[in-house]
């Protein structure tokens, strides 16, 4: 069954569950930085503008009285003293302006008037925006003009060194975020692959049950449910092979009965029939056997020597089984399990294509591959997956009238997936079949 197509909507999304969590909490993170950095230099600009206000409020009325209790004549000399980064005094009226454009420039004016007081008579002008400059005028006592021209400097509301902070702190987060995450999905990754290692003739390998209880529950459903399934299956095929057991004592009585009758054309039927429950019993039984070929323990063997034993068994018997490929070196195998798998395959080459061909190599995994080849019918691309199922017959010339009781492919297969294999079909280019058995490491 093939997986339902991804919503539209969700395309732009990684695949995998843990890049999903990534994504979701690194924009948050984001945004979170982001919002804080946001509410923090506002805050900082605002207390570093209030600061700065009030200290050049208090300084300025401070340099306004020295200024006006000083005698004229030496009121030139403190100019220099009073002179800060961002304003300086001049005795006079100043430059002409334009009256006061921001509210920085209008604040300061109040601040300072409140600072010095009504007798000063204070007013504001502005002079120039690009940058801002502004001045704000007194009346000294003895009505000597004064002015205090302002040149507005920025005011760093944060430190330097604080991004770098900020940066620091963002990654901390983002690599506690991974590990949690790593540690949250790795036991839905263990779980993919026990379901993936889990077959119906196998049981896969069991979940270990420690860890957080969310985890722990569902390990332990898991196994059950893998234990449930695997003693069905084991109960379906026992039964199966009870069954198809129990037959063959009435079928030979059934045979040896029929055999005593006078020789007529009922007689030849009625053999025929029983022939055929015969042959359909015993394969039942072999399927049946087929689920436990990997209670087999592997051994090391020649793979080439093993092939040519299995080809030359054929050719002594007068088939034409040809060996046309080979691998050299030793592998672990379950011998008889691939003896009976290969059997099988051959076996059905020659009775629908009239010849067998076997040939043998490594693909890039290192998996040691052996494919059956001949040159029948073949079986049409839309049937190749269902002929693996057990009873299942084409109606072409792959049908009971040829002796199959459709179990030789449904055993190979199952046989195949006992020992860690797969089982593949395919048409062969120029008529025929290619049945591939990949055993993996």
Known sequence: MSAAAPDASMRWLP??????????????????????????YYERDQSATTVMLDSVE????????????????????????????????????????????????????????????PGYHVKGDTISMHPERYQVHFTLHDGAPLTLEVTPRGVPPIARWLPIVLVLQL??????????????????????????????????????????IEVSQAAAAFNTMQERISRHVKERLHILASISHDLQTPITRMRLRAEALEENEDRVKLLGDLHEMEHLVREGVAYARSAHGGAEAP????????????????????????????????????????RRVLGNLIDNAIKYGGAAEVSAWRNDEGALCVAVLDRGPGIPEDELGRVLEP???????????????????????QLTRAIGGSLELGNRQGGGLVATVALHA
């Open 15 to 40: 695949r995998s569950m843990a890049s999903r969590v990534y994504l979701i909490i690194f924009a948050g993170l984001m945004l979170a930085q982001a919002l804080s950095f946001a509410l923090m």
């Open 58 to 117: 208090h300084e300025v009325g401070t340099s306004v009285a020295v200024l006006d209790r000083l005698p004229a004549a030496e009121r030139p000399n403190w100019l220099g003293r009073l002179q800060r980064d961002n304003y300086r005094f001049a005795l006079g009226d100043g430059r002409p302006g334009t009256p006061l454009a921001s509210s920085r420039s209008r604040e300061l004016m109040h601040r300072i008037e409140r600072e010095v007081g």
């Open 171 to 212: 990654l901390l987060l983002l690599a506690c975020t991974w590990l949690a995450v790593r540690l949250a999905t790795r036991p839905l990754t263990q779980l993919a692959q026990a379901a993936e290692a889990m077959t119906p003739t196998a049981e896969g390998p069991r979940m270990s049950e420690a860890g957080p």
């Open 299 to 338: 051994v090391r063997m020649d793979v080439g020597a093993f092939l040519e034993s299995v080809v030359f068994d054929y050719q002594d018997v007068g088939k034409p089984v040809t060996l046309t490929a080979s691998v050299s070196g030793v592998s672990m195998v379950r011998r008889q399990a691939l």
């Open 391 to 413: 009873f299942y017959r084409l109606e072409g010339s792959r049908n009971r009238d040829t002796g199959g009781a459709g179990l030789g492919l449904a055993i190979a297969a």
